[in-house]
Every structure is written in C-alpha cells, then in structure tokens.
C-alpha cells in the first residue's frame, strides 16, 4: 500500500523557518519525482516544488523560489521541504504528491498558519 505521510507544519510567525517532512512507503521512492502542492483556505491547490528521482533537478513556483528548498533522501524515502522567510500567504495545507504512473498519490496534509 503506497503511503505518503507529512509533518513539520504549525504556527509560526512571518519571517520564521519550517520544515516539513513527507515519509513515503509502498513503492520504490528512488525512482520518482515528488511534489509539493499547497492549498491555501478558501483557494484552489497551487504546485509548490519539484524534485527529480535522484534530487540534483528541483523547480520551485515563482511565489516560494528563492524562500523555499525541496530536497529528498533516498536511503530514508523521506521528502522534504525547508521553508524560509515565511509570509502570511503560505499559510495553508501542504500536501506532498507523486505520480507513479498508473495512480497518483498525495498525503493528507500538514498546515502551516503563518500570523503574528
């Protein structure tokens, strides 16, 4: 059974650092790009990052690049995602997702809530 689990959300204040940690298992995790997809309250779900198989390629969405960093162990089938200089705009759920060709497969969400 493919299982992706995420933590690391919470409270913190604008400018503070997360990070979130998605733990997969069920299938082969080095063989796969993985996501971050974020739903902010009352939006639509907006793709967060990237990462390749191997982690050295990762593309981030213009809103989190250069604030944000997706990285991924392979020996540990954990993704994650290093949040900086965080804004009242991140606030929301964040999902980690893959497509593993015949299904794709998202975790149920860890929310970050970013308030002074």
């Known amino acids: 059974e493919v299982q992706l689990v995420e933590s690391g959300g919470g409270l913190v204040q604008p400018g503070e650092s997360l990070r979130l940690s998605c733990v997969t298992s069920?299938?082969?995790?080095?063989?796969?790009?993985m996501n971050w997809v974020r739903r902010a309250p009352g939006k639509g779900l907006e793709w967060v990052s990237i990462?390749?198989?191997?982690?050295?390629?990762?593309n981030y969405a213009g809103s989190v690049k250069g604030r944000f960093t997706i990285s991924r162990d392979n020996a540990k089938n954990t993704l994650y995602l290093q949040m900086n200089s965080l804004k009242p705009e991140d606030t929301a759920l964040y999902y980690c997702a893959t497509d593993l060709g015949w299904e794709s497969y998202w975790g149920g969400g860890t929310l970050v809530t970013v308030s002074s």
């Open positions: 069920g299938f082969t995790f080095s063989s796969y790009y």
């Open positions: 990462i390749n198989s191997v982690g050295d390629i990762t």
